[in-house]
């Protein structure tokens, strides 16, 4: 039985955030739950995925998070507790479904989980998605630590169903990932069947029916007013005259600064957990007694905004601080000696930083920058495409996912990135304005979910380029979650359709389709050529399975290549492919076999054929 099923009341577990919020939706009686995957959320689908193999649950991973939300709301609306689970920027995705199911609300729960990445560990930016809540007009609830996610998130299914509204879960990395003590709550029972009650002047957005919805929205957004200024989830600790607003896990290091810094007696906390609808009477209750105030927040100034508006309001003429060239960026994560330096300079105590360590005598790192894996296929697409298009003025937009690593040299694939599915679209542009062949490339996950309208719209309108489907049969980036052209029997999962990419984009017209197996590099060579000299939009399907997703379910029975004698040390290998399983050793190309793959991509690249298998008893 998976851990997370345990029916064990007061039981306590070491959790990651993101298993605590899982706990906190199986507590209370999740039925329905979808999901696009993507870090720093992804484990809260992966045991979603795994539960629902041994219970009523039903989950999927969606074409998209726009689609992920609408099959949440549906369930929802049918009165069945619902959760939609996506990482920051998928909410952009899903915004165009969020902003009307504010209007319409839900008559079962609907937990939406946003999970934000500040410093961008693996993301493209790192907004705030604490202004989808202001946006949307939706409730927002902000754990600080693994109970409290589990807490929350029992609790944003209550306000849900209370308020007839999704309420929004945001996180962020730090906390996603870290492990804390869980005490488990007892389970509710499943309700995995709904009814939906027909109501057109409910649930069908027209115009005259969406004004009376608006309202409806600004009445449940007080109620939550309401309910927040009394929330257990905004508290007031400590005392003294000087004060700090935090959240989230910005209240963790606060605790610990005012700790190191001995300032317990002197500065008072109000930490707020229910952060939309701010609760502005109790925040001009804490200003009335306080002399000056330090907000402490991650990303944007959204609290520090709506407390001086507050203050302003209420006539409060005390110093509030937050943002500022000498105060806290809105750049990056924070780091507890950083909110210890910013707290002891605001409040004008003395502080003296650590002394550093002295590493002047220890050697300095090699770098490590981020690679392609041993023997990833889209490293041999890459490849099969500088040769193919040699002599070419190319410029190439990539996608979001593995392969977005080939913009490195010395593979050089990738001019131009902003999102899911953008390498397609921005062709279409790049190729009419720029007078460069264009080729793009986009995996089958990022394909399916936002990757074919951009190819539609560049069949309708007749553009130039070549559009490169790395197809590696799972969505590998976030950790091989299944994506609808993944066969699910692999996995030894039944009950699943499969989508051909082929058969997709055969059927969208496009004037020249071809499929390579990228290992066989001659083939593939000869087969993007073609394509590149096609006149219109040309696609190139490259096919080859992840290695990791292959190892996990059969082993490979592939031989590790090794340099034999007849190399002539022209290193073609290394400076075209730069497979991390090569090393120098003593001037001499060597490959490490407990890296190697067994791929035979090298084998093929060297002008001696010096790269050999070794032999089966080696």
Not at 177 to 188: E, I, K, R
Not at 231 to 253: D, L, M, P
Not at 302 to 322: F, H, N, P, S, W
């Amino acid at each position: 039985m998976h851990k997370l099923l345990a029916d064990q009341p007061g039981q306590k577990m070491l959790l990651l955030g993101n298993e605590a919020i899982a706990r906190g939706a199986l507590e209370s009686g999740v039925a329905v739950a979808t999901t696009y995957p993507g870090t720093p959320s992804s484990e809260i689908s992966m045991n979603f995925f795994q539960i629902s193999q041994e219970s009523d649950l039903y989950f999927e991973y969606s074409t998209n998070e726009k689609v992920a939300l609408e099959v949440a709301a549906a369930a929802a609306n049918c009165g069945v507790r619902s959760m939609c689970v996506m990482k920051h920027v998928g909410m952009n995705v899903a915004a165009d479904a969020l902003m009307t199911l504010a209007y319409v609300g839900v008559k079962g729960a609907l937990v939406i989980v946003t999970a934000d990445d500040p410093f961008m560990f693996s993301s493209q930016n790192e907004q705030d998605n604490r202004y989808y809540a202001k946006f949307g007009g939706l409730p927002m609830l902000e754990p600080s630590d693994s109970s409290e996610a589990r807490q929350m998130t029992a609790e944003a299914f209550e306000l849900s169903e209370k308020l007839g509204e999704p309420v929004i879960l945001r996180t962020t990395t730090r906390l996603n990932h870290s492990t804390g003590a869980v005490t488990l709550g007892p389970m509710q029972k499943i309700k995995t069947r709904g009814e939906f009650v027909r109501n057109p002047l409910r649930y069908v957005t027209v115009p005259a029916v969406s004004r009376k919805l608006h309202a409806r929205l600004l009445e449940n957004l007080a109620s939550a007013r309401q309910i927040s200024e009394t929330s257990a989830f905004n508290f007031t600790k400590g005392e003294g005259a000087w004060g700090i607003i935090c959240n989230g896990v910005s209240y963790n290091y606060v605790c610990d600064a005012l700790l190191d810094l001995g300032l317990e007696q002197r500065i008072r906390i109000l930490r707020i957990g229910f952060s939309h609808p701010l609760p502005e009477d109790l925040i001009v209750s804490f200003l009335k007694t306080s002399e000056k105030v330090l907000v402490v927040e991650e990303g944007e100034p959204y609290m520090e905004e709506a407390v001086k508006a507050a203050a302003q309001q209420a006539k409060l003429t005390l110093d509030i601080q937050g943002k500022s060239d000498t105060l806290f960026s809105r750049l990056y994560e924070f780091d507890p000696a950083m909110v210890r330096e910013k707290i002891a300079g605001y409040f004008n105590v003395p502080y003296t930083p650590p002394q550093r360590i002295d590493l002047s005598d220890v050697p300095e790192l090699p770098a490590r920058p981020p690679s392609l894996c041993p023997g990833c296929p889209h490293r041999a697409t890459f490849y099969a495409v500088r040769k193919a298009a040699a002599g070419l003025d190319i410029m190439c937009p990539n996608d979001i996912g593995c392969y977005t690593l080939g913009f490195m040299p010395p593979l050089s694939m990738g001019d131009f990135l902003i999102c899911m599915g953008s390498s397609v679209g921005t062709s279409c542009g790049f190729s009419k304005v720029s007078g460069k062949k264009v080729v793009a490339f986009i995996g089958d996950s990022t394909f399916f979910h936002s990757g074919i309208p951009g190819l539609i719209n560049a069949v309708f309108n007749q553009h130039d380029f070549t559009l490169v489907i790395l197809d590696n049969g799972i969505t590998a980036m976030t950790g091989h979650q299944p994506n609808p052209g993944v066969d699910m029997e692999k996995l030894n999962l039944k009950g699943y359709g499969r989508v051909s990419i082929e058969a997709v984009v055969r059927s969208l017209g496009v004037g020249q389709v071809s499929v390579i197996r990228p290992l066989n590099v001659k083939k593939s060579i000869e087969a993007i050529r073609k394509a590149l000299d096609f006149k219109g939009v040309s696609v190139v399907i490259s096919k080859h399975l992840c290695p990791l997703f292959a190892n996990s379910f059969r082993k490979s029975t592939a031989r590790p290549f090794y340099v034999s004698d007849r190399c002539r040390n022209h290193r073609n290998c290394v400076n075209d492919l730069a497979c991390p399983a090569f090393f120098i050793s003593e001037g001499r190309v060597k490959i490490n076999s407990a890296l190697c793959t067994g791929c035979s991509l090298c084998a093929q690249v060297c002008p001696e054929n010096a790269i050999l298998p070794q032999k089966a008893d080696s």
